[in-house]
């Protein structure tokens, strides 16, 4: 049987609840939107609240301008598929000898992944190795570091687990070395980990600004968002100064240096605002997995 | 694919000794690969992870930049614990711990049980559509970058802000909450919870749905209402998940997050934002005293390390579960 129940207040109680929580988590971006749109004149006034006053899009065209911008993007893709890349690679190279039965000292190099996690050296000894390492200052300072994930080998060693050691045995006595083992059939059978390890590797990389403010005082390599950093948190950028000629026709339209910053704040999350219903799937399947092994 | 060790299997009839050392070689040619295939990895995991453990003996030097970490030749300067005595002894060292605490502690007051409440509700609703609209929707501000969610707050408190327009027309005095050291706390611990509360529910969400239904079904058939049925049977059900969590959550106490205050705080606001992550980037990367901050670095982890054993302890002599 199912349970039914009638529709009563404690309904309507827990609907209105989760109103709310659509409300305070949707609204914040929705308001920078609608404001980033919206006449500059309203726009300035910060009077917007429900919907756009007037259309605007001037804001968007003049940031199209913005080549720091554009150049801070392109070293945030290049960061992130070099790290999904070498994160994926790293992942699955090392979580396929763990599965072995005949691997002599398994157990030490279980532990070896394993007190990383609970104990590390901290920022510091990080950062004077990564100086003495020569990738200060350096592209490779976002790369090297960051290209495993001992989380992420733990995930993967955990799925591959799963694929029947039958599978491994047959391929031996039609002999395959353990290379094409796992190219061939592990690879291939360990795509939903993949996925997982591959989006959360991508997410993280693309939001990540930290590491390039300890190591690349270089503006010029950096990501995007260390730009976004400079424009909205240490305001040092003047996004009304892009250009002389905008600069003019800026103060023409009134277009507020607040409403440059929403719109560049829109203009860099819409990738993620459009794409993340798509992929959390894989977020919900990783906090699982870690779960089960946590 | 050439054949390589195949026939170990295959002919163990004719000669055994002749077989047995086969198998051994296979076993050491296994291996062989098996190592061969990971050590790239292991290279890297042993220089970026266990260099540093390593270099935190530095904490014990008076280190220079260009010295070694460790050598033979004499020319480092062994100060023993006085880093760690200047730390505590020092003028900010109050100021530090006290507000590393009190933000970890009302991130735990208000952000602990929020994601459970609110997956104990998104679980009551009946419509799938918007409970799955309900629940994409949560996620979004997990997804959003740190810096672009502090640059929204950083706006929302200014003068003329969203916040200061809610405050104005609700009758109250615009003030600049982005420059008041006692709005920090909440600004802070507001705009934390707000990024991670929906996506801190998947756990407790995945644990719910993993009750047997019929529970709920004789509990029904006994009368019970559905707050009696979420009170009695689905609190109880993932209480080792809370439990879990607790543990986590109280091991890093002293763990706040750096990178969101890093972002949110400013010189006029450290009287109640500085924590020792911050103080630690501020004196170490940006004023060199690598050794000092080091020693802090160590002695954090450390209290940490022992907390999350207590609370292990604890959770395991008053509840019966335990990390390990």
């Known amino acids: 049987m199912s349970i039914k129940r009638k529709f009563g207040a404690g309904d309507v109680v827990i609907y209105l609840v989760m109103l709310f929580v659509c409300f305070i988590t949707l609204y914040p ?5 609608i404001l980033s749109i919206s006449d500059p004149v309203a726009a300035a006034g910060m009077k917007v609240y429900f919907w756009p006053k007037g259309l605007y899009f001037r804001a968007y065209s003049v940031l199209a301008t913005d080549g720091r911008m554009w150049r801070a993007y392109g070293y945030t893709i290049f960061y992130v598929i070099s790290n999904t890349v070498l994160v994926i690679l790293t992942s699955i190279t090392c979580a396929y000898p763990l599965t072995s039965k005949k691997l002599v000292g398994r157990k030490f190099v279980v532990a070896f992944l394993l007190i990383p996690m609970y104990f590390g050296g901290g920022l510091i000894p990080s950062f004077l190795l990564i100086s003495k390492l020569g990738l200060y200052n350096t592209v490779w300072a976002l790369i090297i ?25 047959s391929a031996r006595i039609d002999g395959a070395n353990n290379f094409s083992i796992l190219a061939r059939i592990y690879v291939p059978l360990s795509k939903p980990i993949l996925a997982v390890v591959g989006i959360y590797t991508i997410v993280n990389v693309w939001n990540s600004w930290f590491p390039s403010m300890v190591y690349q005082p270089d503006t010029a390599i950096q990501p995007l968002q260390m730009y976004l950093r400079r424009v909205l948190i240490e ?9 002389q000629a905008e600069a003019e026709a800026m103060a023409r339209l009134k277009l507020s240096n607040n409403q440059l910053k929403y719109s560049m704040i829109i203009f860099t999350t819409l990738p993620v605002i459009f794409t993340y219903p798509f992929f959390q799937k894989y977020f919900v399947k990783g906090v699982m997995l870690g779960s089960l092994k946590g | 694919m050439k054949p390589i060790n195949n026939k170990i299997e295959g002919k163990s009839g004719g000669n055994s000794e002749l077989s047995r050392r086969k198998r051994k070689s296979g076993l050491v040619r296994e291996n062989m690969e098996l190592y061969a295939i990971m050590l790239p990895t292991l290279i890297l995991i042993f220089i970026f992870c266990y260099i540093p453990i390593y270099g935190l003996l530095i904490a014990f030097q008076d280190y220079s930049p260009g010295m070694p970490f460790l050598s033979f030749s004499g020319n480092i300067k062994w100060v023993g614990l006085k880093h760690f005595t200047r730390f505590i002894t020092g003028p900010f060292f109050n100021r530090i711990m006290w507000n590393t605490i009190l933000l970890s502690f009302y991130n735990l007051l208000f952000g602990f049980w929020l994601p459970i409440i609110f997956a104990l509700l998104l679980n009551e609703v009946r419509s799938l559509r918007f409970k799955k609209f309900t629940q994409t929707a949560s996620y979004l501000p997990y997804f959003i970058s740190a810096v672009v969610v502090a640059g929204m707050v950083l706006s929302f408190v200014r003068t003329d802000g969203l916040a200061n327009n809610i405050v104005a027309a609700l ?3 615009r003030k600049a909450f982005n420059t008041d050291p006692k709005a920090f706390p909440a600004i802070y611990t507001i705009t934390n919870v707000w990024k991670s509360f929906g996506f801190n529910s998947i756990l407790y969400l995945s644990a719910i749905t993993a009750i047997d239904p019929t529970l709920y079904e004789s509990a029904y058939l006994d009368g019970a209402t559905r707050f009696q049925s979420m009170w009695h049977i689905t609190l109880p059900s993932i209480k080792p998940t809370i439990a879990i969590m607790l543990i986590m959550a109280v091991g890093s106490l002293l763990a706040s997050n750096t990178d969101l205050i890093l972002l949110l705080y400013s010189p006029a606001t450290y009287p109640t934002a500085d924590v020792i992550g911050t103080y630690v980037y501020r004196l170490g990367i940006q004023g060199g005293q690598f050794s000092y901050t080091t020693a802090i670095g160590l002695l954090a982890s450390v209290i940490n390390f022992i907390m999350v054993f207590a609370a292990n302890k604890a959770s395991d002599k008053i509840a019966g579960y335990s990390l390990w």
């Open chain 1, 29 to 33: 971006m929705y308001y920078v939107f």
């Open chain 1, 235 to 243: 305001q040092t950028v003047d996004l009304t100064k892009l250009t």
């Open chain 2, 171 to 173: 009758g109250g005095t």
């Open chain 1, 145 to 169: 570091p960051s290209c495993f994930n001992i989380w992420y080998i733990i995930l993967t060693r955990t799925f591959f687990a799963g694929i029947p050691e039958s599978l491994r045995e």
